[in-house]
T-cell receptor
Framework: NAGVTQTPKFQVLKTGQSMTLQCAQDMNHNSMYWYRQDPGMGLRLIYYSASEGTTDKGEVPNGYNVSRLNKREFSLRLESAAPSQTSVYFC??????????????FGEGSRLTVL | LAKTTQPISMDSYEGQEVNITCSHNNIATNDYITWYQQFPSQGPRFIIQGYKTKVTNEVASLFIPADRKSSTLSLPRVSLSDTAVYYCLVASGSFKTIFGAGTRLFVKA
């Protein structure tokens, strides 16, 4: 049982380049999330998808776009990367809402560096 | 969304009980309190969740007073492997699950 799988695990970009972070979960969860974590900081919610076909902004959505491709997959796209987007990105999934279901399952993270 | 306040860091020794308190003064009636643990270079991991009074599982206990304006995560007899960041979250039916800065626990031998 793989849980939440993120690709790539590491990526280096130049300013202005674009890229997509992929996330897939095999737990048949309805909701999926993208967070970013800067060094020594907590996690900040970028976007979330409450169910297949819906997406909503979190705390820090600027500079990002997302796609809920199907129930399993939720991708995060950086259209024009900036050094301020250097961070570790975590994808998570949950069977219900993050609060009531009690448990977010996280991937191992994708470490992105923008030069 | 209820804001949470936790100590930035705590130190402990192996074998001691560690209590981490989280303040959430504007918690709403529907809000649950959830704690996560994060090791370096890993995603957070769920520890425990509660609504009121006391919840215990194989890893920790969660104490919530009657007014629910705070909660305490209790880790019995910590070991070096419990060194991690611990996050307190307050959330209800909203999907906007917000993490605060967390508490860095350092367990010494």
């Amino acid at each position: 049982n793989a849980g939440v799988t993120q690709t790539p695990k590491f990526q280096v970009l130049k300013t202005g380049q674009s890229m997509t972070l992929q996330c897939a979960q095999d737990m048949n969860h309805n909701s999926m999330y993208w967070y970013r974590q800067d060094p020594g900081m907590g996690l900040r919610l970028i976007y979330y998808s409450a169910s297949e076909g819906t997406t909503d902004k979190g705390e820090v959505p600027n500079g990002y776009n997302v796609s809920r491709l199907n129930k399993r997959e939720f991708s995060l796209r950086l259209e024009s990367a900036a050094p301020s987007q250097t961070s570790v990105y975590f994808c998570a999934s949950s069977d219900g809402t993050g609060g009531l279901s009690g448990e977010l399952f996280f991937g191992e993270g994708s470490r992105l560096t923008v030069l | 969304l209820a804001k949470t306040t936790q100590p930035i860091s705590m130190d402990s020794y192996e074998g001691q009980e560690v209590n981490i308190t989280c303040s959430h003064n504007n918690i709403a009636t529907n809000d649950y309190i959830t704690w996560y643990q994060q090791f370096p270079s890993q995603g957070p991991r769920f520890i425990i969740q509660g609504y009121k009074t006391k919840v215990t599982n194989e890893v920790a206990s969660l104490f919530i007073p009657a007014d629910r304006k705070s909660s305490t995560l209790s880790l019995p007899r910590v070991s070096l492997s419990d060194t991690a960041v611990y996050y307190c979250l307050v959330a209800s039916g909203s999907f906007k699950t917000i993490f605060g800065a967390g508490t860095r626990l350092f367990v010494k031998a």
